[in-house]
């Protein structure tokens, strides 16, 4: 079905038309001002503190701020291509969009609100964006890609054990909840990547598609699952450490495999592609190197997790708006040249920040802000480059 109401469509300011415009931009420039507020407070340029304090207010916007905004605007966007019905736009979307901006208002000033009137603005987004995306999932009976909706309950349910572990509510830290987001995140980065990159790399490299094999899809995604279960549970009972070490391990393997049989050393050539291809390396080496920490004594293990977060979080994220921003404007699939430095940027910045830190502890902060450093050259090239798009018209005249 096409949604071809243009008549109703030029009423609506372009920015306001699809979930992706809004969300993409915002999230983008958020994670720059967020970035640039952690460093500051780590070197000690800035002295107040925003809610949960520097360190929680950190993890949590980088995965609920930054990530989750990224996760609606694509989620809010692809409704609309898998059911025909009109995605979420104008007044509508505002609101959305001012509900999630509410919540980093109120965690960066937490003197404005009761904590508990804070964690309810900072609660509500999650669910919102799931009740539009099953409302017409469930009426036209697409089960398939309901599959999202739990997905955005469980950050919620997250979301929720990190505000408990903040005011020690719940017997987990503040970084055992962090761990659940993470993984859960890259829950959902490894089914949108099986089900699209080798599509996406067939059509970019002219060559044949890659079967998916089943049993490796369900190795490379469940032992994710898995995991991220376990982690949220852990409020109820303790799960020893070689189980955890055992399934990082399982799935980092599997993803490689996956990976490998992607080949990603065709996509060298394609911009596009080798940087989506970069960062499902970064979640694989993340998920291999964070398993060993479970058998080896590894100093510093806070650090490896910034391979799945920066370089595959970061790195997947900046692909893929990239590409879907292109797209769903109407656009050729040929990124602005200056991104080629923004993809390259995004792994460097990953780089940095674990490798730096490791080896040469006594220049801790200055090698965090040197990948904050990079992380900002990375999203600012996409806000400098997409903005324009984003608030403008379709190029090829279709709703959206």
């Given amino acids: 079905m096409q949604i071809t109401d243009l008549a109703e469509e030029q009423q609506i300011l372009p920015v306001l038309r699809l979930g992706f415009r809004p969300f993409f931009l915002a999230g983008a420039l958020f994670s720059m001002v967020a970035l640039v507020l952690w460093g500051a407070m780590l070197s000690g340029y800035i002295t107040f503190q925003p809610y949960g304090g520097g360190l929680w207010w950190h993890i949590h916007e980088m995965l609920f701020g930054f990530g989750c905004a990224i996760v609606a605007g694509f989620l809010l966007t692809a409704i609309q291509n898998w059911t025909g019905i009109r995605g979420v736009s104008g007044s509508s979307l505002l609101g959305l969009f001012l509900l999630w901006l509410a919540g980093r208002v109120v965690l960066l000033l937490p003197t404005l609100l009761n904590d508990y009137v804070i964690i309810l603005i900072d609660l509500s987004f999650l669910p919102a964006v799931a009740y539009i995306l099953g409302k017409p999932l469930f009426k036209i009976k697409q089960y398939r890609n309901l599959f999202f909706v739990p997905i955005l309950v469980l950050f919620t349910v997250a979301n929720i054990e990190m505000h408990l572990a903040k005011l020690g509510l719940v017997n987990m830290t503040v970084s055992q909840a962090a761990y659940a987001s993470v993984i859960l995140m890259a829950v959902l980065m490894s089914v949108m990547a099986g089900r699209v990159v080798p599509m996406f790399t067939a059509n970019g490299t002219k060559t044949a598609k890659v079967l998916p094999l089943p049993w490796l899809e369900k190795l490379a995604t469940g032992s994710l699952a898995i995991i991220t279960a376990l982690l949220l549970l852990q409020p109820l009972f303790t799960v020893p450490a070689f189980v955890f070490g055992s399934l990082f391990l399982l799935s980092g393997i599997c993803q490689a495999i996956r990976w490998f049989r ?139």
């Fill in 262 to 400: 992607w080949k990603p050393w065709i996509t060298l050539g394609v911009p596009l592609l080798w940087s989506i291809h970069g960062a499902i390396f970064f979640i694989w080496v993340g998920l291999f190197t964070v398993g060993m920490s479970y058998f080896i004594e590894v100093p510093f293990v806070s650090h490896l997790w910034h391979l799945i977060t920066v370089g595959g979080m970061g790195g997947l994220i900046l692909a893929m708006i990239s590409r879907v921003s292109l797209g769903h404007t109407g656009r050729t699939l040929q990124q602005p040249k200056a991104m080629f430095w923004g993809f390259l940027s995004i792994f460097i910045a990953a780089i940095i920040r674990v490798i730096g830190p490791i080896f040469w502890m006594q220049y801790y902060i200055t090698f965090i802000n040197l990948s904050i450093v990079f992380w900002l050259i990375a999203f600012g090239l996409f806000a400098y480059h997409y903005a324009p798009m984003l608030f403008k018209p379709r190029v090829d005249g279709r709703p959206g």
